[in-house]
């Protein structure tokens, strides 16, 4: 440095204090890495997000007026019930309740409410916000109304427990309670609520709370901070990304972009169970697959034609069509998962030689001209439609396809302006009265608009749903799909599971049997 | 090479004799081939293409299905074969009358102007400015799907890429020399127009329709991947690649096959295409 | 002056053609069978329910006054509301037509830097192997639908080679590039077939006319004259394909929006018309409608700009 020119001589003095300086920085530089690398809340080697690939977006987040699966099992992860659906959809558990009593002449439930529970905004959980749900729920016209049409008062008793008087003993009580329509809002939210901000900006108590919302393409989640089990949820930040497409979606599973997707086409299963980074899923659902027949118009108001087509269904070869085998032919009206589901009754197995007969004994001249309405771009529906094509033309049934786009196809089937119409249903309570009173008791849905309407049923409806006594119950219900089988006014198709793939690293996924997956446990490793 | 050679190359290449082109005897060899394979399917294969047996499905291609069977069991070589006939049908049906009518309509207000031109071009506008998928969705759910009415929706709009090429360049060709020394010697307006500007200010035009025909099929496909198609189980080849896309990893010739067809009638119209286009360039000069 | 005093009254033209294509569009899908309520609240709403919301919304009035107030909101700004998300049209648009824009752009360029070369190839080599190689390569990608293809570099990009996004938009520019490479270059395909093919078709009609003749006989040497004379006159129908490409893109792009799980405009689009949100289609039919004209109009005032022997009006 002695031998250095002038100028660096005089800049000795300030060089070193530079020298210093940029020490200093490159300390703190290399703190901030380190500060970067550090432990998070997250625990080590775990994954900070959940990414989540679904076939179809949320658009509304609205628990009273949502009938789409993607809004309902996105606002599950933000809301709490006063009791909900255990994993297998055949009990109950506490949520909110802790504990809940009937009083001797079954009219009116006292449900305790825990009171640790609090909403994303910090406020706890009470009991007005609860009678505010539940009569907002029960007020508002909407598909889910009938949840708590048996509920006549709903009062606080005081902060913590909630009083709910009903019209009389009512058998599935507790099931509706738990239907996802009586989600907890907060009672402020409620009444200073402008429209849309209910569906936009969803309050609720669950271990999540809604971030960040890029419509129709991605729901952004984080962990309520407030919630009240604590260390859950396990990872703090959950994504969901709409990736519409089959192929894409399940590319972007085994490419790792996601960590987990919904609905991978039947087709696809046997191939992602044997790719050794996923697990592929098959759950057991509440779901059932169906034709619904318009039994106004000739012939198929005759119910030995009716039948005849039932038997000339072979399910287990459209199960291989449709399902590539994983799902399960039907027997009664029920899911099979239903409570009180049939396990012994036999439905109508593939038998050409007696449909034929049933054909005859009908007096219907062959060949008969039948119309098929369905969804068109539906990845199951058309394979039914065309692989009943090829059964029914066996006993002179010429089926006419005619897929139409989602909107129109219900508007017809709504306006009963149907032949054949391919639908399906899934159960949301864990009891078989929605679907039961839904499908085969003519006052809400014109029974599936079938127009089917039966006194001897309306009169077991009725008493399943007032019969306290579980195996009093159980043979009503028993009665209830004989008697369908008998009536066939439609034709049961299939039940079928809920398809995942997720990548191994993902732990504690649960996907209830009503269809809702459950977050709250996810670990993803790195 | 030397500019003198290439000018000497160009003029001899506008000698004005019209030799019969390599691309449109290949191409017009495809074309029998197809067709004739299309109407001799039920000769060619023993299958039903409706056929379905569930013992069969997503077999590979092989000595006994060729082409592989699809998710029904159905022989695809034969739903293709058969397919064929509706494809080729669709293709000219959807581009053909287009082509017509947009270089007629797309000609005379490049020619006339004025309000012949405001009247065709703003209706140009106008259904450049209906989303197509909109006018689809309207006929198919007002008239129901099929293939008469996917016709009439890509056909009501194709014609209008076609004005407008034509129209460009008739913009060009009305000033040129010999339109003048045309209109010089008495010839009609409507005689100009069609019998010399036209031939010249149409090539454009044709050769967007040999890439037109296989767009339009590809639309089929499109349409049937939003649920707009043709009904099923028709076997046209673009609800075949649509419906056999969910099979793209375990069963890829339900999709592939009917996908090389189009490649192949691609091919052949662009071949021709090609072959009379340059018929019309030599004529024209 | 001419252009100019063209181009004003082509604008001028514009606005009652718009009105008429929001009209026609109103009609058209007030007419659809299928309404939002249903499609919204799904099979099993009860009928009153549909008919509550029904009145909510306003549908129950007469077409007309529906189309008044529609036209009404429309002056102050007020695109209407998605019935489907129940949010303002105005806070769902920017982002989608960001998206959409950035990928036709790309896919342009990619289409137009693909098709230069391959034309100018071709049309240099006329009816020799390389002439043939390239009008034969091309036939593959034009002749592909675009789903296959999305899939196809999607398996090798995304999941073989790991290289690219496999789904999704990203955030931030140099993401958006990353996310948008695959989708663009897929929409690119056709359109770079179609490009190339007549771009070669114009630049062999122009290399045989007397007016480049002319420009050689001036002395200008072979490559000035390729690319200040033939280039630009062969790019009169390139331009109208391109500008009618555009127009067609922003719609037709929906299946390489839904493959690729991009939130653009064509998805928004068929997912709001099958859903029948009335207002969204309408205000994107306005738009588009607005946006297709003004490619019409630009393109024709760039042909004589390209070559001069073209008189527009």
Redesign the interface.
């Known amino acids: 440095m002695q031998n250095s020119p002038v100028r660096l001589q005089t800049t000795r003095g300030v060089g070193s204090l530079r020298n210093a300086r940029m020490l200093f920085a490159l300390m703190i530089a290399v703190g901030l890495m380190f500060a970067g690398l550090a432990p998070s809340s997250a625990a080590p080697g775990m994954k900070k997000v959940i990414k989540f690939g679904v076939n179809r977006a949320a658009d509304d987040l609205d628990p009273i007026t949502q009938d789409a699966n993607p809004n309902i099992w996105a606002f599950t992860q933000i809301y709490q019930f006063l009791v909900k659906v255990n994993v297998k959809g055949n009990g109950f558990e506490p949520d909110l309740a802790e504990r809940w009593t009937t009083s001797p002449d079954g009219k009116t439930w006292t449900f305790f409410l825990r009171k640790n529970a609090r909403f994303s905004t910090g406020d706890t959980v009470k009991a007005n916000d609860v009678v505010a749900s539940l009569k907002r729920a029960r007020d508002t016209k909407g598909p889910w109304q009938w949840g708590l049409e048996a509920a006549q008062d709903i009062k606080a008793a005081d902060d913590f427990t909630v009083a709910i008087t009903l019209k009389e003993p009512w058998a599935p009580f507790l099931a509706d309670i738990s239907l996802f329509s009586n989600a907890i809002i907060p009672e402020k939210v409620i009444k200073n609520a402008k429209p849309g901000d209910i569906s936009n900006k969803p309050v609720g108590s669950g271990p999540f709370m809604l971030v960040e919302w890029k419509k129709g393409e991605e729901l952004v989640l984080k962990a309520n901070p407030y919630y009240y089990e604590k260390g859950y949820p396990k990872t703090q930040e959950l994504r969901i990304k709409y990736i519409p497409d089959d192929n894409a979606r399940i590319i972007a599973v085994q490419s790792g972009d996601v960590d987990g997707i919904d609905y991978p086409p039947f087709s696809r299963m046997a191939e992602l169970g044997r790719d050794p980074k996923l697990e592929a899923q098959l759950n057991p659902s509440t779901a059932v697959s169906h034709l619904s027949l318009n039994n106004r118009l000739s012939p198929l108001n005759e119910v030995k034609f009716r039948q005849a087509l039932a038997y000339a269904i072979d399910r287990a070869a459209l199960v291989k069509a449709v399902c590539f085998g994983v799902c399960t032919p039907a027997t009664t009206f029920l899911p099979m998962t239903t409570p009180m589901f049939n396990a012994s009754s036999k439905g109508y197995p593939y038998d050409l030689a007696k449909a034929k007969q049933l054909m005859q004994e009908s007096g219907i001249p062959t060949p008969v001209n039948l119309k098929l309405l369905f969804w068109a771009n539906n990845a199951v529906h058309t394979p039914t439609a065309v692989a009943l094509k090829a059964m029914w033309a066996k006993i002179g049934v010429n089926l006419d396809l005619e897929p139409l786009d989602r909107a129109a196809a219900t508007t017809k089937y709504r306006a009963n302006n149907f032949q054949v119409y391919i639908t399906g249903w899934t159960n949301d309570i864990p009891d078989p009265s929605q679907l039961a009173a839904y499908e085969l008791g003519f006052t809400e849905s014109q029974s599936y608009h079938s127009g089917y309407q039966s006194k001897e049923m309306d009169t077991l409806l009725a008493r399943g749903l007032r019969e306290m006594n579980p195996e009093k119950r159980r043979q009503i219900y028993y009665d209830v799909q004989d008697l369908a089988l008998k009536d066939s006014p439609l034709i049961w198709l299939y039940y079928s599971p809920y398809t995942i793939a997720i990548n191994k690293k993902m732990k504690g996924l649960v996907q209830l049997a009503t269809g809702p997956w459950i977050f709250r446990n996810v670990t993803v490793s790195e | 090479m030397s500019t003198l050679v290439q000018e000497q190359r160009i003029v001899a290449d506008t000698g004005g004799r019209p030799r019969l082109h390599p691309a449109m005897v290949i191409g017009g060899l495809m074309l029998l081939v197809i067709v004739g394979a299309s109407l001799l399917a039920p000769v060619l294969t023993s299958y039903d293409p409706d056929g379905q047996d569930f013992d069969q499905i997503l077999l590979a291609p092989g000595a006994r299905h060729l082409f592989g069977t699809d998710n029904f069991g159905r022989d695809v070589l034969t739903r293709v074969l058969y397919g064929a006939r509706i494809d080729l049908r669709i293709g000219i049906l959807a581009v053909v009358f287009p082509f017509l009518f947009g270089s007629l309509v797309g000609s005379a207000a490049g020619y006339f102007g004025g309000w012949v031109d405001t009247i065709v071009m703003r209706t140009v506008d106008v259904i450049t400015a209906v989303p197509f998928l909109v006018l689809v969705i309207a006929i198919v759910a007002f008239l129901g799907p099929g293939e008469v009415n996917i016709l009439l929706a890509i056909g009501s709009v194709g014609w209008v890429t076609y004005s407008r090429l034509v129209r460009g360049e008739v913009l060009r060709e009305k000033n040129l020399e010999y339109v003048a020394a045309a209109r010089a010697l008495g010839f009609h307006r409507w005689r100009i127009l069609l019998g010399h500007v036209l031939p010249n200010a149409v090539a454009p035009a044709i050769i967007f329709l040999a890439s037109d025909v296989v767009l339009v099929i590809l639309t089929t496909a499109s349409l049937g991947f939003l649920g707009l198609g043709v009904r099923p189980p028709s076997p046209e080849w673009g609800m075949m690649i649509s419906e056999g896309r969910e099979f793209l990893s375990n069963g890829w010739w339900v999709a592939t096959m009917p996908g090389f067809a189009c490649m192949y009638t691609g091919l052949m119209f662009i071949l021709l295409g090609d072959g009379i286009a340059d018929l019309l360039r030599v004529k024209g000069q | 002056m001419h252009l100019l005093n063209y181009a004003i009254r082509r604008i001028g033209?514009?606005l009652p053609?718009?009105l008429?294509?929001t009209v026609?569009?109103f009609m058209?899908?007030k007419?659809?069978?299928?309404?939002p309520a249903?499609?919204?609240?799904?099979?099993?709403?009860?009928?009153?329910?549909v008919r509550?919301l029904y009145r909510q919304w306003g549908l129950d009035r007469p077409l007309w006054q529906q189309y008044v107030m529609y036209m009404r909101n429309l002056v102050t700004g007020d695109l209407g509301q998605s019935l489907?998300?129940?949010?303002p049209v105005t806070e769902?648009l920017p982002?989608r037509l960001g998206v959409t824009l950035f990928l036709v752009t790309y896919s342009i360029a990619l289409s137009i830097a693909l098709a230069v070369p391959l034309a100018v190839i071709a049309a240099t080599h006329r009816d020799r192997w390389p002439d043939i190689l390239v009008?034969?390569l091309i036939?593959?990608p034009?002749?592909?639908?675009?789903?296959?293809l999305?899939?196809l570099f999607?398996?090798v990009f995304?999941?073989k080679l790991?290289w690219l996004?496999?789904?999704?938009?990203g955030e931030g520019f140099t993401d958006h590039l990353r996310h948008l490479f695959l989708p663009a270059l897929t929409l690119a395909q056709?359109f770079t077939?179609?490009l190339t093919?007549?771009l070669r078709?114009?630049l062999?009609?122009v290399?045989?006319t007397t007016y480049v003749?002319f420009a050689?006989a001036k002395g200008l040497d072979?490559q000035a004259v390729l690319f200040r004379h033939i280039l630009r006159a062969a790019l009169?129908?390139i331009?109208?394909?391109i500008?009618?490409r555009i127009?067609?893109a922003i719609?037709?792009s929906?299946?390489i929006e839904?493959?690729?799980?991009l939130?653009g405009l064509g998805?928004?689009?068929?997912?709001s018309?099958?859903?029948?949100d009335y207002m969204v289609?309408q205000s994107?039919?306005l738009a588009?409608?607005f946006g297709?004209?003004l490619i019409?109009l630009a393109t024709d005032l760039v042909?004589p700009l390209l070559?001069p022997?073209?008189?527009?009006?």
């Open positions: 033209q514009t053609v718009a008429l294509v026609l569009i058209l899908i007419l659809l069978p299928g309404d249903t499609a919204i609240l799904g099979e099993r709403a009860s009928d009153e329910a509550d489907r998300y129940r949010t769902l982002r009008r034969a036939t593959v034009l002749a592909s639908p675009a789903f296959w999305g899939i999607l398996i995304a999941l790991g996004p496999a789904a999704g938009y056709a077939a179609v093919r007549n078709s114009s062999i009609d290399q045989t003749d050689r072979r009169l129908p331009v109208t394909l500008g009618v127009s067609f719609g037709g929906v299946v839904t493959v690729f799980a939130p998805s928004w689009m068929v997912e018309i099958l859903s029948r289609v994107l039919t588009f409608a297709a004209m019409n042909y070559d022997r073209v008189r527009v009006g």
